[in-house]
């Protein structure tokens, strides 16, 4: 069978098996600007599957066999499709089939400078800014991103030029399917390890995906694992990035006040560039923000127009992402779903200035809640107060036995609360005026947070 590089040249018409979901459909908007003819089903009636359609897309809600038509050349799917699923059961005895990864690797050897970006940290937030950047220096990217950027309030979007922002994840080795001609390497840590089993097989996937980069690595210097990762690498640029002395491209003179802001000082080879600031919070996006300056200052942006997409980046869709203050309470709501991510999420905001701080975690696969129990217990309890919701299983089965009580009871003070209206009633009735509550998880908890503002700003305006 022809490789998915080889149909891409020769097909015209494409169908898309869950062509609404956040992933699929920047990848679907791209092939329809490079002039494909699309098609596309969907389970759910989302903003993504209507903006596709009327972007130009044939699309069917509900997914069947004969939403595909028989003179379909190409079908992409996502692997969030159950097994089966009859649509794509059809289509797999029936036509060339690619996983939405697959496709994502396509593309990254379509265009001349794509930029992959990879970390166990900061993937979302690092893509968004460097999209940001480009398209307000005016180099007019194409983009995948894990996040909505409120700048185009998308997943993604298609550019006229050969820059390509592609966020790049490692889970289940979806990024070894592609090319960058520029690797971002932001962290190497212990996640996933459901699926890679300890830290050395992580750093041998990252080194993998580091060989089939084609140009430049742009890396954190300052990260032992992923230093260590790309020992021996030739035939490539390296560019390392960090805080320490001896990186190519150097921040100092760092200052990270109370509030969504922070400012640095960017050196490259020792020489100061500018000073950088920043309109989001926490110090591990000082480090974010100098990679996606050095990716786009070899991608051919000047120095001022870096500065100025830096400045007015706000922020990716549930990366710190303030949703407003109700009786006096600030809600915010955060992707963080790893111990590290946590942790830093947490110490930015302490650090913030409020009464106290909430973390409303939702624990997320009973695997990686097991392996990181004590880290987890560790890094909430630097919120003044926790809750913890009930485990989100997603695509596990709980054989561990794990309950989210393991780890509320590790944590001093902690609430343990299963439903989202339980947590809703605690926090509005506990939270006090000055107090800023952030809702942490890669799942659905970002639904309690809605909850809380909705519930509290119905108090403020009857207490009017």
């Not at 220096?137 to 894990?146: E, H, N, Q, R």
């Not at 036995?401 to 009633?425: H, M, N, R, W, Y």
């Amino acid at each position: 069978m022809k490789n998915i590089d080889e149909l891409l040249k020769e097909s015209k018409k494409i169908h898309f098996i869950g062509i609404g979901g956040a992933g699929m459909c920047p990848i679907a908007e791209i092939l329809l600007s490079l002039g494909y003819e699309l098609t596309g089903s969907d389970n759910n009636d989302t903003e993504t599957f209507r903006r596709v359609e009327k972007e130009g897309t044939k699309v069917f809600l509900g997914q069947k066999p004969e939403n595909i038509a028989d003179d379909t050349q190409l079908v992409i799917y996502t692997n969030a499709i159950l097994a089966g699923n009859a649509e794509l059961e059809y289509a797999k005895a029936n036509f060339p089939c690619f996983e939405r990864a697959e496709a994502l690797g396509a593309l990254s050897r379509i265009f001349s400078n794509c930029i992959g970006v990879c970390g166990t940290h900061g993937k979302t937030t690092t893509s968004s800014m460097i999209t940001q950047i480009l398209m307000e220096a005016g180099l007019d990217p194409s983009a995948v991103i894990g996040g909505k950027l409120p700048l185009i309030d998308a997943y993604g979007r298609y550019g006229h030029s050969q820059n390509f922002v592609c966020e790049s994840c490692e889970f289940n080795n979806t990024f070894l399917h592609m090319n960058p001609d520029m690797a971002v390497i932001l962290n190497i840590d212990e996640d996933h390890l459901d699926f890679f089993g300890n830290l050395d097989n992580i750093k041998k996937s990252f080194r993998k995906f580091a060989d089939l980069t084609t140009k430049t690595i742009i890396y954190n210097g300052d990260d032992a694992n992923t230093v260590d990762t790309l020992k021996g690498i030739e035939g490539k640029k390296l560019i390392s990035v960090g805080r320490n002395d001896g990186n190519e491209w150097v921040a100092k003179n760092i200052d990270v006040p109370g509030g969504f802001h922070s400012e640095y000082d960017a050196y490259h080879n020792n020489e100061f560039v500018a000073r950088v600031v920043l309109s989001v919070p926490g110090e591990h996006n000082i480090l974010n923000s100098l990679c996606a300056f050095a990716a786009a200052y070899e991608s051919g942006a000047e120095v001022e127009k870096i500065l100025e997409g830096l400045k007015h980046f706000g922020g990716a869709s549930r990366r710190f992402e303030k949703l407003g203050t109700y009786c006096g309470v600030t809600f915010a709501d955060d992707y963080a779903h790893h111990p590290a991510e946590i942790k830093v999420t947490l110490e930015a905001a302490k650090k913030m200035g409020y009464k106290h701080v909430w973390a409303v975690h939702q624990p997320f696969t009973f695997s990686r809640t097991s392996l990181l129990l004590d880290d987890f217990a560790k890094v909430l309890q630097i919120a003044d107060r926790c809750v913890v919701s009930a485990i989100m299983g997603s695509r596990e089965v709980n054989t561990i036995g794990i309950k989210a009580t393991d780890l509320s009871s590790k944590i001093p003070g902690a609430v343990q609360l299963d439903t989202f209206e339980e947590i809703c009633d605690y926090v509005c009735d506990n939270a006090e005026d000055g107090d800023l509550v952030i809702t942490l998880g890669c799942g659905d908890v970002y639904k309690v947070a809605r909850m809380m503002c909705k519930k509290l700003k119905e108090r403020e305006e009857q207490n009017v």
